[in-house]
Each structure stands twice: as structure tokens, then as C-alpha cells.
């Protein structure tokens, strides 16, 4: 998937497995589609699907270590890579950005995917071709900020994980975890460059019903390379999450303030809920039926704006 620079557990596991490849997660090889403009608001008129703002509020600054460089002020660059969630989420996210900080934006998600697949030196092992690894999209468009959603693969499906799961290994995988969110932070890292390295910004993930405490920790391994490396945490996966319990998952949540002034948000507002899952799909956001190919969220869909929003509200926060 390539996006032009616009302007402004057991059975449990392998069910999540089974579920994911019908959400055109593994085995989609990524999205193939032209690259085209961002469109306002996919799949129906008006601006309010991206626009207004945010009732994620801005998470506390994270330490700032590390050499990189605070961007410029005006119109940041940023760069979105990530798995299937980011795939879905691109174009709301590639919206809000440019609507609220005039940002100049370009995404490659591959569905599927996780840290490794996104290192140079993969070669054949990777569902991400040469083009679209971290560094070479950092030295070709120098951009402000990397953001990386990964949920992290746990199955072993893509090549480069070398067939470690959360599963059969599990501290094994944890430590492989880790290792890649080093080497692809110093990747960028050196990508960049002196003064124009980029900001990393980690996704932290919303709760899984099928394996919390590997969310939980997955989300660890990302403070942790904070702390020690620096970049910037987004924790998406908090307004996805009851307010009470972050990591307990909901397929309903209370409307927001802003889902309940736009109500093709609020899916159920006279119960002032709204569904953040389809019934069929715990771990996706978009609404939409699923496809064999996978694809940006076609439909106004409550979790997908709530996880963008909460990033550009972390972008927007380091720029202040």
C-alpha cells in the first residue's frame, strides 16, 4: 500500500487466527490498490466523519531522551505504518491530521504484518517489499513523525517471526518483541539523520478478549523503548476501553460528547451506546463488512475515529 504526500489463547488463539484471515489480516499481502487523495469522509458526505474535536484529551507528554530533534512547528510530516488496524484506520487518521494540524501525511500499512516486517534486511521474510520499509519511506520523504500501530502478531504467520508465537513460546516471543521495537527505532533512527531524525510515536493497543495480559504487555515493551530510546506513546487502545478498566474489553462503550452532537457515532443512542466491534470481529474497529482484501474503513466507524483522534491529539500535544 502505497499513499502519496497530502497536504493539510489454545482453541482461542487459533479462533482469533481463523477470524483474522477473514478479515483479510493474514494472507492479504497488504493492500494493492492505486494510491489516490485522501477522500473527506469515506463513504458519505459532509466533513463531521474526521473533523472536530477530540474527547480522547491529550495524554501526558512522555520523558523526551534520545537525540532526535522536536519538529517544526507547522505542518508536521507524518508517516503511519502498522498492521491491519492501521490499514483501517489511514484514512480517518490522514483526515484528522491535516483538519487539525494542516499536516502533510502519507501512510503504508500492511495487513497482518508486525515490527520485523518493517526491517530492512527481511528481504523475502517480510509481507513489506523493500519500498515500503521503515527507513527507506524515512530517507525518502523525511517526514516529522513516524507513528507504528502494531497489535502485535501472535500466531506466527508472518515469515520474519520465525515461527515464535505467543502461544507455543511465550517469553520468547516477548523477547523477539523486544528486540524488533529496538532495531526498528534505531532504523529509523539512523534513516533520518542528525536534526532530521524523526519522533517515533508507539501505538499503545486497545484490550483483547482472547489474550489481555498479551496486550498488556506488548504495550509494556513500547514504554519501555520510550523510556529508553524516546519517541512518544499515543494510547489509542485507552479510548477504546471502558473508563473504569483499560484493559477489559467491550464491544460497546457510552457514547462521547462528540459521537452523541454527531449521531451517525452513537450507533445505540437510546441506550447512549455505541459499537466499537462488529459482532463477528473482536478485534477490528471498522463497521463495515469484512473483504478478502483488506482496505481502509469504508463507513463512519466510533472506534476507528476514537484510536485516530487520540494520536493526533498526541502529535498535536508535542507540537505545542
Known amino acids: 500500500m502505497r499513499r502519496l504526500w497530502g497536504t493539510g489463547v489454545g482453541a482461542g488463539v487459533l479462533a482469533g487466527a481463523l477470524l483474522l484471515a477473514g478479515c483479510g489480516d493474514p494472507g492479504s499481502g497488504g493492500e494493492t490498490r492505486a494510491a489516490a487523495p485522501l477522500p473527506e469522509n469515506p463513504g458519505h458526505s459532509g466533513r463531521s466523519a474526521h473533523a472536530g474535536p477530540s474527547d480522547a484529551g491529550d495524554p501526558a507528554p512522555a520523558p523526551r531522551r534520545g537525540a532526535a530533534a522536536k519538529p517544526r512547528r507547522e505542518a508536521p510530516k507524518v508517516l503511519y505504518l502498522g498492521d491491519s488496524l492501521a490499514m483501517e484506520n489511514q484514512d480517518v487518521l490522514g483526515a484528522l491530521l491535516k483538519d487539525r494540524l494542516g499536516a502533510r501525511y502519507r501512510s503504508a500499512p500492511y495487513s497482518g504484518t508486525t515490527l520485523c516486517d518493517y526491517l530492512e534486511g527481511t528481504g523475502k521474510d517480510s509481507l513489506v517489499p523493500d519500498r515500503d520499509k521503515a527507513a527507506a519511506l524515512v530517507r525518502a520523504e523525511r517526514p516529522d513523525y513516524v507513528v507504528l500501530q ?27 518483541y523486544a528486540a524488533d521495537a529496538r532495531a526498528l527505532a534505531a532504523q529509523i533512527d539512523s534513516a533520518g539523520g542528525g536534526s532530521g531524525r524523526p519522533r517515533v510515536v508507539w501505538v499503545l493497543q486497545g484490550p483483547d478478549p482472547i489474550t489481555p495480559d498479551r496486550v498488556r504487555r506488548v504495550n509494556g515493551l513500547y514504554e519501555a523503548q520510550v523510556r529508553a530510546g524516546g519517541g512518544l506513546l499515543a494510547d489509542a487502545g485507552k479510548a477504546v476501553a471502558p473508563a473504569s478498566s483499560r484493559y477489559t474489553w467491550a464491544e460497546t462503550l457510552p457514547c462521547t460528547s462528540y459521537e452523541v452532537k454527531h449521531p451517525a457515532y452513537c450507533t445505540d443512542p437510546a441506550r447512549g451506546r455505541t459499537a466499537l466491534h462488529r459482532s463477528d470481529d473482536y478485534l477490528h474497529f471498522c463497521l463495515a463488512p469484512t473483504t478478502p482484501k483488506s482496505r481502509p474503513c469504508p463507513t463512519r466507524s466510533p472506534g476507528v475515529r476514537r484510536m485516530a483522534s487520540a494520536i493526533t491529539s498526541r502529535v498535536a500535544a508535542d507540537l505545542r
Open 150 to 176: 502494531f497489535w502485535g502478531n501472535a500466531w506466527g504467520y508472518t515469515p520474519c517471526m520465525d515461527g515464535i508465537t505467543y502461544a507455543e513460546a511465550r517469553e520468547k516471543y516477548f523477547d523477539r
